[in-house]
């Protein structure tokens, strides 16, 4: 899109629902326009005073260029009317900004009554949506019904974090040990993208997640599937479901391709953990833990322990940086992701690119 014709069209940001412009992304929620109204508006005053003024500038510095060395005039000291011009002015537009944009902000920070919530939990570098009313949880994704007032109760782990929808002209810091909150009404069926925008360290950039805006009638029945499906799935599909489902948010730390990240890669994770062969920064081997009486038993409990207490035991080379799962898992959730360590080369190629849908179907 050309820049003259971007600017035209951002010009008259009006109507619900419009599309991407050059200076923001398309509408998709009721407060979109709002903002977008007060934005142009800015812009538009931006727009005026900067032709004004270096117009004016131009055609005083030609008019009154220097032509000889003669002094012709002293210059007036003070004329009432301009000042009080400049003066008034301003002010009557910082009035009518602090307005239209007071009456935003206020629609923004109140949620409606009746809203349906979602506890939205941050940490380095990972979203996870919780949705009490069904007992389901996602993370990466957050699935929201179409027309449905939804407020986000939000909290960080670790440090601070920034919640930003940007097609939803939402944003809100995340603290850890207290709540902050933000609420939206999608417009528009679709998936939108949900950002950290907060530097929150070495993965801010892969702290994302997609919003998927589905329609009303339909969100019931997907959220009740969606907190039941590994329920009755047997030992055999929990591989797929894992790397599928639980991977995501562990991603951000340990990759599937045997690259060192901020944890270990997941590639040969059992194997190494099956033989014991792991050492601590404290300078024990994991071998030294297992048989009987001692931590561990048998390796399966090395790995649960792991994802429940992982700051118990921090593999040499790594800084220990993991947070606990605990209370975030349930504990068939914690066997899928045993199962996915145990057979991740049949759900992985050798690049670490995941072949199996969470059906166990190839992927294409
Ligand atoms: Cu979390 Cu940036």
């Not at 629902?17 to 929620?29: C, H, V, Y």
């Amino acid at each position: 899109m050309n820049l003259m014709s971007s600017i035209i069209s951002n010009l008259f940001v009006t109507t619900v629902g419009n599309p991407e412009t050059f200076w923001l992304p398309e509408q998709a929620s009721t407060v979109a326009q709002s903002v977008d109204v007060t934005f142009a508006l800015i812009n538009w005053i931006c727009y005026f005073f900067f032709a004004a003024i270096v117009s004016a500038l131009v055609y005083f510095a030609v008019k009154y260029r220097r032509t000889s060395h003669v002094m012709v005039t002293d210059g007036p000291t003070h004329n009432t009317t301009i000042e009080i011009v400049w003066t008034v002015l301003p002010l009557l537009l910082v009035i009518v900004i602090f307005v239209v944009g007071m009456r935003g902000y206020l629609d923004l920070m109140e949620a409606p009554e009746g809203c349906y919530e979602v506890q939205v939990t941050a940490q380095k570098w990972s979203w996870t949506f919780d949705h009490p009313t069904y007992g389901a949880t996602e993370v990466a994704e957050l699935t929201v019904p179409l027309g449905v007032p939804v407020r986000l109760l939000m909290t960080s782990k670790d440090l601070l974090h920034s919640l930003w929808i940007p097609s939803f002209r939402v944003k809100m810091d995340v603290i850890p040990g207290r709540y902050t909150s933000l609420w939206f009404e999608a417009t528009k069926l679709g998936v939108y993208q949900l950002n950290c925008t907060e530097y929150c360290g070495k993965d801010h950039s892969k702290m994302l997640a997609k919003v998927h805006v589905i329609p009303a009638d339909e969100f019931a029945a997907r959220m009740v599937k969606l907190a039941s499906e590994y329920v009755d799935m047997s030992i055999e599909q929990l591989p797929a479901y894992a790397i599928n489902r639980l991977y995501n948010r562990c991603q951000s730390c340990h990759t599937l391709d045997g690259a060192k990240s901020t944890g270990p890669s997941f590639k040969g994770l059992w194997d190494r953990v099956n033989a014991g062969q792991v050492g601590f920064t404290s300078g024990e081997k994991l071998s030294d833990l297992f048989g009987s009486n001692t931590v561990y038993g048998v390796p399966e409990n090395y790995i649960r322990t792991s994802i429940l207490d992982p700051q118990k035991h921090i593999v040499k080379g790594f800084l220990g940086s993991m947070p606990s799962f605990q209370g975030q898992l349930k504990d068939k959730q914690i066997t899928a992701i045993i199962e996915m360590f145990k057979n991740l080369d049949t759900l992985t190629d050798e690049e670490g690119n995941i072949i199996v849908n969470r059906d166990g179907t190839p992927r294409e």
